[in-house]
């Protein structure tokens, strides 16, 4: 069955200082994987997905992530972090066919010091 | 362009009393899903649908009762509503083919007492 994990629930940094959220899965082919972000009393809006190609994937907001096959991990980083990107972000997997179901990890919530 | 929209956005109810919850997309996406949040669990599915009349169970059905008899509309029930259904509810849709992207209502956060 497809999981996915977050091993990191609440991440502080400052202003400025660079980031880096954790995110392991565990599917059995190729897997889709996006990452989301959701602000307070909002839904939750996609900053980018890997679906095949450069493992290096760039998405809104300044943010990109980087597929690891070996590592079963689709981690996300920023170079520097900004006031505005305190909120709680969601890695979740997706499969091939079947109804575009997305499978969602506990989340990160990060709070930016300034 | 309106979206998704749910409603109620906040709804405060008392055990073993009937709840339903509306999500509303003028996009005419195919499929549409419903997920509750709760603390440490992050987004888990309901049910999902893949069109008028197609729904099925996702990972916590029990307890909710879905139906989907236009495209644009996809109504959750709590039939007898508990504590443990204390919860945000989002309601998402997406256009089919796989772009993977969910596209996510604002939330309708549940407190039964």
């Known amino acids: 069955a497809q999981s996915v994990t977050q091993p990191d629930i609440h991440i502080t940094v400052s202003e400025g200082a660079s980031l880096e959220l954790r995110c392991n899965y565990s599917?059995?082919?190729?897997?889709?994987l996006f990452w989301y972000v959701q602000s307070p009393g909002q839904g939750l809006q996609l900053l980018l997905k890997?679906?095949?190609?450069?493992?290096l994937v760039q998405g809104i907001k300044g943010f990109e992530a980087e597929f690891k096959r070996s590592q079963s991990s689709f981690n996300l980083r920023k170079p520097s972090v900004h006031w505005s990107d305190a909120a709680e972000y969601f890695c979740?997997?997706?499969?091939?066919?079947?109804?575009?179901?997305?499978?969602f990890g506990a989340g990160t919530r990060l709070a930016v010091h300034p | 362009d309106a979206g998704i929209t749910q409603s109620p956005r906040y709804k405060i109810t008392e055990t073993g009393r009937q709840v339903t919850l509306m999500c509303h997309q003028t996009?005419?996406?195919?499929?549409m899903f419903w997920y509750r949040q709760d603390l440490g669990h992050g987004l888990r599915l309901i049910y999902y649908?893949?069109?008028?009349?197609?729904?099925d169970k996702g990972e916590v059905p029990d307890g909710y009762v879905v139906s989907r008899s236009k495209t644009e509309n996809f109504p959750l029930t709590l039939e007898s509503a508990t504590r443990s259904q204390t919860s945000v509810y989002f309601c998402?849709?997406?256009?089919?083919?796989?772009?993977?992207?969910?596209?996510f209502g604002e939330g309708s956060r549940l407190t039964v007492l």
């Open positions: 979740a997997v997706g499969s091939w066919g079947g109804y575009n179901k997305l499978i």
């Open positions: 599917y059995g082919a190729t897997p889709y």
């Open positions: 890997y679906f095949s190609g450069d493992t």
């Open positions: 996009w005419s996406h195919s499929y």
């Open positions: 649908s893949a069109a008028a009349d197609i729904t």
């Open positions: 998402a849709s997406n256009p089919g083919g796989f772009t993977g992207e969910l596209f």
